[in-house]
Structures are given as structure tokens and as C-alpha cells.
């Protein structure tokens, strides 16, 4: 198609310039008509796709940068009105209203934040936490990178059964979830169905290849 439209425009100045020469001396016509096709029509039909190509390759999306990243992955699907109020991090360098690194100088916390068992924090190498300001028997969301040499599955298993073996105070969680994300990184969630039930779509959202463990009942 565009062989076709470049002839047409080649003959079109053919004879637009062929008209205008004729007023001018005969052997002056042959170089005018054919100089100016060569140098204006082939440039500006091979230029544009050649611009156009590299801009399209550079949007692919990048992998999580850190067990923040994440909460933050999926923190972000959220619509404005099913967002609700949560603190991130630890409480000696919290984050409020988003998720937030947990600082490894207070691990030993991790016991009390996420449920991590105090035999389990050596295998926890980097923390990150989403929790309900206000109750995290509501909701209480973390994802831990897990030490080299740590198994995942076993794990997911002791954080699994600490979840359903704890004293609840002031309300206790509906659901539980384990998960392995992106092969390197543990979720651990629980709370409320109505907060457990958006953040599950929009796990699934941001991580569809990730292995759920465990999504069950909290024993009452």
C-alpha cells in the first residue's frame, strides 16, 4: 500500500513538475524531475516506523523489590472506598495508611506483630506488615523473605498452625491465609471475612501465580 501511494505521489509531482518546466529550456527538465523524488519520498516513508518500535518495548512490569513491595502491590488495587485504616511496619518506625518495612533491630517483635514463633524469627531474614489500626484480630496482613536455607513449606505449616492455636483477645480472625509469592516470599494474612474477602480478590489480582498453602477458617 504505501509502494502504491509513494507512485502516486511520484507521478503527481511528475507532472506538477513537468508542467512547471515548460516555460524553462528543454535541457533543464530531465535532472529537475527526477532529483527531488529521490530525496524527499524515500526518507519520510522510512523514518516514522523506525521511531516508533523502541517505545513500545520498555513497559514491562518489574519484579518485587522487597517483601514491601509486596503489600504495596496489592495495597494499591484497592479502590479509595474499600480502603481502610492500617499501620505498616513496627511500631518503633511505623508507616500510617500503607504498608511498611519492618525493622529487623526489633524481630524479636515479630512474635507479637505476625504470630511468628520465637524459634521461627532466625529463618526471617526481611519483614514487611499491613495491620488494622485500630484491631489486627480485624485484620493483620505481613510477608516475610525467609532466610537462605529456610524451608517455605514448613514454614507456611508452623505459621499455619500458630495462627489456629492462638488465645484470641478482643474479637478473633475469621480466615486464614499462607502463601508463597514469587517463589522467595511467605504472606501471611488473617481477620475479619469482610476485610479478608477484598484483600484475597486483589491478591489474586496482583499475584495470580502464587501458591496458597492454606485458606481456611480460624478455629473459634
Not at 511528475?14 to 526518507?43: D, F, R
Not at 533491630?105 to 515479630?110: I, K
Amino acid at each position: 500500500m504505501k509502494k502504491i501511494v509513494s507512485l502516486a505521489l511520484a507521478g503527481v509531482m511528475m507532472l506538477s513538475l513537468a508542467a512547471c518546466g515548460n516555460g524553462k529550456p528543454t535541457e533543464t527538465n530531465a535532472p529537475e524531475t527526477t532529483a527531488p523524488i529521490e530525496t524527499t519520498v524515500v526518507p519520510e516513508t522510512t523514518v516514522a516506523p523506525e521511531t516508533t518500535a523502541p517505545e513500545t518495548e520498555t513497559q514491562a512490569p518489574a519484579a518485587s523489590a522487597g517483601a514491601v513491595s509486596v503489600l504495596e502491590n496489592i495495597w494499591n488495587l484497592y479502590g479509595e472506598d474499600e480502603k481502610f485504616a492500617v499501620i505498616g511496619g513496627n511500631m518503633e518506625s511505623p508507616v500510617d495508611g500503607a504498608p511498611g518495612n519492618y525493622d529487623m533491630a526489633y524481630a524479636e517483635n515479630l512474635t507479637w506483630n505476625l504470630l511468628v514463633p520465637e524459634d521461627q524469627i532466625a529463618n526471617v531474614a526481611e519483614a514487611a506488615t499491613m495491620i488494622h489500626m485500630m484491631n489486627a484480630n480485624t485484620f493483620t496482613c505481613g510477608v516475610v523473605r525467609l532466610a537462605e536455607g529456610a524451608d517455605a513449606a514448613a514454614f507456611a505449616q508452623v505459621m499455619r498452625d500458630a495462627i489456629q492455636n492462638n488465645q484470641w483477645m478482643c474479637g478473633f480472625p475469621e480466615t486464614l491465609t499462607v502463601a508463597v509469592v514469587e517463589g522467595e516470599y511467605v504472606l501471611i494474612a488473617f481477620g475479619v471475612n469482610d476485610a479478608m474477602n477484598p484483600f484475597m480478590t486483589h491478591f489474586a489480582e496482583a499475584y495470580a501465580e502464587a501458591e496458597i498453602l492454606f485458606n481456611e477458617a480460624v478455629a473459634g
